[in-house]
């Protein structure tokens, strides 16, 4: 297991050429504050939880790349513990019935059932302050 620095996520994300005015639209934080962060590796954020917000958001960006059928998996997993879905109702949705859905990974139709899962991942996950 690596371990990475604010600092070290910041600067990968920076060099992909993302901002800090996206980082601090969905983390808000203010851009100062995350400039602050990135330039002195002593600055810690006044508020706590934010900054583990933060730490979490850059290794999501950083480190989870949807480039397995794990990272699905765990967004389906998620949608079942943690918002309480029933496996039957996202199957329903994504029009397949429980077993498709389980055995997702080896599926003909794997690409649309995974980027269903993703959609409703993250609707479920939005904060309702950027909802139009």
């Not at 604010?6 to 400039?35: C, H, M, N, V």
């Not at 993703?118 to 996950?125: G, R």
Request: hydrophobic share 35%; with cysteine.
């Amino acid at each position: 297991m690596e371990f990475y620095s604010l600092q070290e996520l910041l600067k990968q994300y920076l060099d992909w050429g993302f901002d800090f005015a996206s980082i601090s639209i969905a983390t808000q934080i203010p851009e100062e504050e995350l400039r602050q962060l990135y330039s002195n590796e002593n600055y810690r954020l006044r508020d706590k939880d934010k900054e583990k917000y933060l730490m979490v958001f850059l290794l999501q960006i950083c480190c989870e790349k949807p480039d397995n059928d794990e990272y699905y998996r765990a967004l389906l997993e998620s949608l079942t513990q943690c918002f309480k879905i029933p496996l039957e109702a996202i199957a329903n949705y994504i029009g397949v019935d429980v077993d498709g859905l389980s055995g997702f990974e080896s599926s003909s139709d794997k690409d649309r059932i995974e980027k269903c899962i993703a959609h409703l991942f993250t609707t479920f996950i939005r904060n309702p302050s950027y909802s139009v």
